[in-house]
């Protein structure tokens, strides 16, 4: 018997079906960026032209930080404490030994607070988000608030949003503190330094050119993570299976859009 | 003989109609789901929409309060024609209206007397914290659930969402109420006390009612007024007395 090279449901190049599949999947595509530019319009529209939700604003911006905080400080800690200790040996080699505070502030500041927080906050908030929308959306809670004339727009996603929008850069600014502070446990491992003199290393080249650009970057990865889980939730399908999928679907397409929005922050940067 | 009289009286007087639909017809996809319906819904009469699953029923309601845009035909409420209606005036329309959605749709976040209060507050009617507080409590008391305004939805049964649901729909005193499948996966005794709570309500607040259902001992309990739906039309119209006498077999199917 002959070694079976494809599988019998796969099709070849220039088979009908496949290239149906290409023009559905295609179709697909531009279907949903269609609804996710109106989703987009409309939130915008509503922000601008509509009352806001202050009181759920507040309370999704302690929920945003609630949920998050104990998962920030733990991730936080470590990876200072594992930069710290990567990076200690080729700088002993250089006899460069006294440069590890800054470096890994400099590395914590510029790039592993703000993308290691909204990467944790994607997971997290992002995919909590979807479930909770999609969830809503199966549940018919959704149409309930349209019939008592609530826009869910402006009573679930702009708060959602904008509370992202604000509490990443602040858990951002957490999570560098504490990243930092690893970096001075991971430092007395093997050596024996103060906190005060170590805070003095760390940021004697630190200077705000370090620290505003990170800060703005994580303003858009708030709107990336509050937009994304928000979208893809309140998009949700019909069946309880569609809560599943809006949650991880919020999660990776968040991340992914997150590293996007990252290259071209880094770029802008060098660009100043 | 006086019965009859009244009955009499009360066929020659039209009753104002507070919805009438024309030709509605409503696809998704290739799939025609409403193809002409006519209906006319009068004041202070329940009007029970029979169908099997699948039929359009639901499909029928939520085009009323326009959480589905249907293709063509005309649906009027009150003075306000819903195709093309300005978001001012669906407020005004969506303010008539009251609707009981088939899971309660309670709010999970909230209790029991924040969603009352959620309801009541997007009225645009300025109430003051204890106009709000009275009106939730007698809410609650037209449903028989006082004691359960400081609950999750999640710490409530199937029938007591219901309830709750109906007090939230209440609260704001709607001229019309449709009810999407109110009795559908309760037992038979909380279904019967849902049916008696459509006709008290009724009775109390002499609204209107649309009730999709396929529960035949609520549609005894309730109808006024019955219509069957098949293939995305009206298959036929009438009482119960008529339903229960007519000879067709589709019909039979669900009456016996």
Known sequence: MPKQLHKPDEVSLDSPSFLTRIQEQSLSFFIDMANATQYLKTVFKNFVTKKFEFQEFLKQCYQIGNKSVGLISITGVIIGLVLTIQSRPPLVQFGAV?????????????????????????????????????????????DAMEVSNTHPINFLVIPRVFAAIVMIPLLTLYADAIGILGSWLGINIKDDMSLRYFITQAFVNVDFMDIIPAVIKSFFFGAVIGLVGCYKGYNAGRGTESVGIAANSAVVTASLLLIIVDLIAVQITDLL | MEKQAKKEKEVKEPKNVVIDIKNLKKSFGSLKVLDGIELQLHEKENLVV????????????????????????????????????????????????????????????????????????RIKEKFSKEEINTKIIEALENVGLPDSIDKMPSELSGGMKKRIGLARTLVVHPEIIL??????????????????????????????????????????????????????????????????????????????
């Not at chain 2, 396929?214 to 298959?235: L, P």
């Open chain 1, 98 to 142: 006294a440069m590890l505070p800054g470096m890994v502030a400099i590395s914590i500041i510029r790039e592993m607070g703000p993308v290691i927080t909204a990467l944790i906050c994607a997971g997290k908030i992002g995919s909590s988000m979807g479930a909770e929308l999609g969830s809503m959306r199966v549940s018919e809670q959704i």
């Open chain 2, 50 to 121: 029979l169908g099997k699953s699948g039929s359009g029923k639901s499909v029928l309601i939520k085009c009323i309060v326009s959480l589905l845009k249907h293709d063509k035909g005309s649906i009027t409420v009150g003075k306000h024609e819903l195709t093309d209606i300005s978001d001012e005036d669906l407020i005004k329309v969506r303010k008539k209206i009251g609707f009981l959605f088939q899971g309660a749709a309670l709010y999970d976040s909230m209790t029991v007397r924040e969603n009352l209060t959620f309801a009541l507050s």
């Open chain 2, 179 to 256: 009810y999407d499948e109110p009795t559908t996966g309760l037992d038979p005794i909380t279904s019967n006390e849902i049916s008696d709570l459509i006709n008290e309500t009724k009775a109390k607040f002499n609204n209107s009612s649309i009730i999709i259902t396929h529960d035949i001992n609520c549609v005894k309990k309730v109808a006024d007024r019955i219509i069957m739906i098949k293939d995305g039309k009206i298959y036929k119209e009438g009482t119960l007395e008529e339903f229960t006498n007519d000879d067709d077999t589709y019909i039979q199917s669900f009456f016996k």
